[in-house]
């Protein structure tokens, strides 16, 4: 290539870039929405608050809006994705930290459409994707319910994200390939229950944001694949679709009682992120818990417990074999709480071959419950699994969930466990 | 023939790989100060450091052990001359009927080790796994905040200052 030719060609690549830009500022634009007054928290309606409570609570929303020992809604719980750390905002009505000045307007705009008061897109870190559903007369109870809050004078930590990902003009790059709502409409096909499951599970409670796989951009994968299993917080959320591995059925009643207990002695008890959804769903409306439960009961309907529950053999022997010093360390450190008849059991707790984890595809959730211990998260009372994170090799961890797998554990053997006890470790910090 | 490593000294024990470590401080090295509570991890009372980190010896093969250093409250001091945590301890008088406090000093010193300047969730969140029956937890979260202010640090928001 000439000298002249190159800076031709260079020209070209750079006007390209330019507009490129142009185009995406032009796109990205958005105005900012006046600021109000605080709205006197007098001026809602009781009943109005205490509906936006409820959601609330289906919604989660103070998992990420609370830090460790933070007050509720002031924000500060930091976010962890492949890009960098994003932390949940403020949504207390303080004037200056948190929303006290955005009018419903700008608050429906940001739950709808992922857009700050000032115009800015927000991170769907924030799963607008999802809340975009919701109806009007969710947000306004919403709206009222965190403009009743106490204010907190609080402001999160900036966001840590990799360069170019401050500059949030790019999101509405983002919105364009991966933000395209539609709305919810009632399937007369089916009962107003389910319906109503569909409603609320799609969009507050946004369940598919951690139990769906997610593509390079973080976008959720929906159709085909939604409800395939993802990963959060260093835990991974198993299928809850026909895909799930559960071996027992999930039916609507056992998935009520799990989702307002934490606990399903058929299963498992909720674990890493799953905890908080199942403490907010316990103080949550019965009937939109049974609705939820209904539906997503009806999402694993052709999962393969839902036919037939496998027998469960206890293959001990034969992990022995295979896990000689696996097997000793559950003797030493398991066995006392594991085994039948032993007071776990007696309190309700399932028993390890009904654990959902020993039967997912990844040893993931297995070694988290053995490195961080398990509390039930609703009902604090009784029995709970302690840590062994500082009692415990990797190598000696690896060994027991290996015994694990292969006493009680179905589908594909796992791989490599040393070196996902040590991923584990790092990204459940 | 197992081998250990215990307050600093080489101990040895003919037992079963799987034997809790608890049952060989107590039954074959007359190390009493951890205590069997529960024997389920529920408690805290067995509680000694694994090098520096806390653990539940009811709940710890002594085969999994290899030559990581196990620390009881013996080898942390003695009743002439008591370390710096069990100080903290008598000065708040932060034992009542005693039975958690090995546990408890166990767990503080591992918090110290880590930290000498925890915040008071930390610390909190660090001590939680002990329980007492007697109820001075109180005095308790007192020593620790006056032990870490012993080794040159603090809690540095402490819920009540140190006096």
Same mark, same amino acid.
């Given at each position: 290539?000439?000298?002249?030719?190159?800076?031709?060609?260079?020209?070209?690549?750079?006007?390209?870039?330019?507009?490129? *830009?142009?185009?995406?500022?032009?796109?990205?634009?958005?105005?900012?929405?006046?600021?109000?007054?605080?709205?006197?928290?007098?001026?809602? @309606?009781?009943?109005?608050?205490?509906?936006?409570?409820?959601?609330?609570?289906?919604?989660?929303?103070?998992?990420?809006?609370?830090?460790?020992?933070?007050?509720?809604?002031?924000?500060?719980?930091?976010?962890?994705?492949?890009?960098?750390?994003?932390?949940?905002?403020?949504?207390?009505?303080?004037?200056?930290?948190?929303?006290?000045?955005?009018?419903?307007?700008?608050?429906?705009?940001?739950?709808?459409?992922?857009?700050?008061?000032?115009?800015?897109?927000?991170?769907?870190?924030?799963?607008?994707?999802?809340?975009?559903?919701?109806?009007?007369? @969710?947000?306004?109870? *919403?709206?009222?319910?965190?403009?009743?809050?106490?204010?907190?004078?609080?402001?999160?930590?900036?966001?840590? $994200?990799?360069?170019?990902?401050?500059?949030?003009?790019?999101?509405?790059?983002?919105?364009?390939?991966?933000?395209?709502?539609?709305?919810?409409?009632?399937?007369?096909?089916?009962?107003?229950?389910?319906?109503?499951?569909?409603? $609320?599970?799609?969009?507050?409670?946004?369940?598919?944001?951690?139990?769906?796989?997610?593509?390079?951009?973080?976008?959720?994968?929906?159709?085909?694949?939604?409800?395939?299993?993802?990963?959060?917080?260093?835990?991974?959320?198993?299928?809850?679709?026909?895909?799930?591995?559960?071996?027992?059925?999930?039916?609507?009643?056992?998935?009520?009682?799990?989702?307002?207990?934490? $606990?399903?002695?058929?299963?498992?008890?909720?674990?890493?992120?799953?905890?908080?959804?199942?403490?907010? $769903?316990?103080?949550?409306?019965?009937?939109?818990?049974?609705?939820?439960?209904?539906?997503?009961?009806?999402?694993?309907?052709?999962?393969?417990? !839902?036919?037939?529950?496998?027998?469960?053999?206890?293959?001990?022997?034969?992990?022995?074999?295979?896990?000689?010093?696996?097997?000793?360390?559950?003797?030493?450190?398991?066995?006392?709480?594991?085994?039948?008849?032993?007071?776990?059991?007696?309190?309700?707790?399932?028993?390890?071959?009904?654990?959902?984890?020993?039967?997912?595809?990844?040893?993931?959730?297995?070694?988290?419950?053995?490195?961080?211990?398990?509390?039930?998260?609703?009902?604090?009372?009784?029995?709970?699994?302690?840590?062994?994170?500082?009692?415990?090799?990797?190598?000696?961890?690896?060994?027991?969930?290996?015994?694990?797998?292969?006493?009680?554990?179905?589908?594909?053997?796992?791989?490599?466990?040393?070196?996902?006890? !040590?991923?584990?470790?790092?990204?459940?910090? | 023939?197992?081998?250990?490593?215990?307050?600093?000294?080489? =101990?040895?024990?003919? &037992?079963?790989?799987?034997?809790?470590?608890? +049952?060989?401080?107590?039954?074959?090295?007359?190390?009493?100060?951890?205590?069997?509570?529960?024997?389920?991890?529920?408690?805290?009372?067995?509680?000694?450091?694994?090098?520096?980190?806390?653990?539940?010896?009811?709940?710890?093969? &002594?085969? =999994?052990?290899?030559?990581? =250093?196990?620390?009881?409250?013996?080898?942390?001091?003695?009743?002439?001359?008591?370390?710096? &945590?069990?100080?903290?301890?008598?000065?708040?008088?932060?034992?009542?009927?005693? +039975?958690?406090?090995?546990?408890?000093?166990?767990? =503080?010193?591992?918090?110290?080790?880590?930290?000498?300047?925890?915040?008071?969730?930390?610390?909190?969140?660090?001590?939680?796994?002990?329980?007492?029956?007697?109820?001075?937890?109180?005095?308790?979260?007192?020593?620790?905040?006056?032990?870490? &202010?012993?080794?040159?640090?603090?809690?540095?928001?402490?819920?009540?200052?140190?006096?």
């Amino acid at each position: 290539m000439t000298r002249a030719r190159f800076l031709k060609f260079a020209g070209v690549a750079l006007t390209i870039a330019v507009a490129a *830009l142009g185009l995406l500022l032009v796109i990205a634009h958005r105005s900012a929405i006046a600021s109000v007054e605080r709205p006197d928290p007098r001026s809602f @309606d009781p009943a109005l608050v205490a509906r936006g409570a409820n959601l609330a609570r289906i919604g989660n929303c103070v998992s990420c809006h609370q830090a460790g020992g933070g007050r509720p809604y002031a924000g500060g719980y930091p976010i962890k994705t492949p890009f960098g750390t994003i932390y949940g905002s403020n949504i207390t009505p303080h004037p200056d930290a948190g929303i006290g000045r955005w009018s419903r307007a700008a608050f429906a705009r940001a739950l709808l459409e992922g857009v700050g008061r000032d115009g800015s897109h927000l991170y769907p870190a924030f799963p607008y994707t999802h809340y975009a559903g919701v109806t009007d007369g @969710d947000v306004d109870a *919403l709206y009222a319910f965190l403009m009743t809050r106490p204010a907190v004078r609080a402001t999160p930590p900036a966001n840590d $994200l990799i360069p170019p990902l401050g500059f949030r003009p790019l999101l509405a790059g983002w919105k364009l390939l991966f933000f395209h709502p539609a709305p919810i409409r009632t399937d007369i096909s089916q009962p107003a229950e389910w319906n109503r499951g569909r409603y $609320l599970g799609e969009t507050l409670a946004h369940c598919s944001a951690c139990h769906s796989p997610r593509g390079l951009l973080q976008q959720e994968k929906r159709g085909a694949g939604a409800y395939d299993g993802g990963w959060s917080g260093g835990w991974y959320a198993p299928p809850i679709n026909a895909r799930s591995p559960a071996v027992r059925a999930w039916t609507p009643e056992r998935l009520e009682t799990y989702l307002r207990t934490g $606990l399903s002695r058929h299963h498992a008890a909720a674990a890493g992120p799953m905890g908080p959804v199942t403490y907010n $769903l316990a103080r949550a409306n019965t009937a939109d818990v049974r609705a939820l439960a209904r539906y997503y009961a009806w999402r694993m309907r052709d999962a393969p417990a !839902a036919g037939v529950e496998p027998p469960l053999p206890d293959r001990r022997a034969l992990a022995q074999r295979q896990y000689p010093s696996g097997a000793r360390l559950y003797e030493g450190a398991c066995a006392t709480c594991h085994e039948s008849g032993a007071p776990m059991i007696v309190a309700g707790r399932p028993v390890l071959p009904l654990g959902t984890p020993l039967h997912e595809d990844n040893p993931r959730d297995t070694i988290q419950i053995i490195l961080q211990g398990l509390r039930p998260p609703v009902d604090a009372s009784g029995p709970y699994m302690p840590a062994y994170a500082d009692a415990f090799t990797d190598k000696q961890i690896a060994e027991i969930v290996g015994y694990l797998k292969s006493r009680h554990g179905s589908g594909p053997a796992w791989k490599d466990l040393q070196k996902e006890v !040590a991923k584990a470790r790092e990204e459940g910090r | 023939m197992i081998e250990l490593n215990v307050n600093g000294s080489v =101990a040895r024990a003919d &037992v079963d790989p799987a034997t809790p470590l608890l +049952y060989v401080l107590r039954g074959d090295l007359g190390l009493h100060a951890a205590k069997f509570g529960c024997g389920l991890g529920q408690c805290g009372s067995c509680t000694v450091l694994l090098d520096d980190r806390p653990v539940f010896s009811c709940l710890l093969p &002594v085969g =999994a052990i290899g030559d990581h =250093a196990v620390t009881t409250v013996e080898g942390l001091g003695t009743a002439k001359a008591p370390g710096g &945590v069990q100080r903290a301890f008598l000065h708040e008088q932060a034992g009542q009927c005693g +039975y958690c406090i090995p546990g408890m000093i166990a767990r =503080a010193e591992a918090l110290l080790r880590r930290t000498t300047t925890p915040t008071e969730e930390e610390m909190r969140t660090a001590m939680a796994p002990s329980l007492c029956r007697c109820g001075t937890h109180m005095r308790i979260l007192r020593a620790v905040r006056r032990a870490a &202010v012993a080794r040159g640090g603090g809690i540095v928001d402490p819920a009540e200052p140190v006096t």
